[in-house]
């Protein structure tokens, strides 16, 4: 894959996470300024949402990485013209990918929550209270 392929699905993932997190902005800041009232402490929520985000993209990474492992060991011994003969497989499980795509999502999930954070913290209770009613 060459990096603009990359780069496209780091985009699609984010636009991905950023709907996501749209769709339930409304309540998402609602719950934050109803919790903030009771006294939560905002590294608290901050942490939930950050352990929501990581989820997602842990989740994800998993599935791609078990389905794509999946995917080899069912069609490689069938496209392999020569099964028997050196070279080794060209298709090798690569933990070095698998690695910096943990990090991208660990960097991914710190992103995002500081921005759903910040934009959850700055509306004040009685304004949503105003604009839900």
């Known amino acids: 894959a060459t990096a603009d392929d990359w780069r496209a699905r780091n985009l699609v993932t984010v636009a991905g996470l950023g709907l996501y997190f749209a769709a339930n902005a409304e309540r998402r800041q609602l719950g934050a300024a109803v919790a903030r009232r009771l006294g939560l ?13 990581l989820t997602i993209l842990v989740g994800g990474l998993l599935l791609g990485v078990g389905l794509s492992w999946l995917a080899v060991r069912l069609v490689f011994r069938k496209v392999d013209p020569l099964p028997h003969t050196e070279p080794d497989a ?19 999930a710190v992103f995002v929550t500081w921005v759903v954070e910040w934009r959850t913290v700055r509306v004040s209770l009685p304004e949503l209270l105003r604009r839900a009613g």
Do not use: I, K
Request: negative net charge; glycine residues 4%; aromatic residues 4%.
């Open 41 to 53: 402490p905002t590294v608290q929520a901050a942490a939930a949402t950050g352990l929501e985000v």
């Open 90 to 108: 060209l298709l090798r499980f690569d933990l070095s990918v698998v690695v910096a795509c943990a990090v991208a999502a660990l960097v991914t």
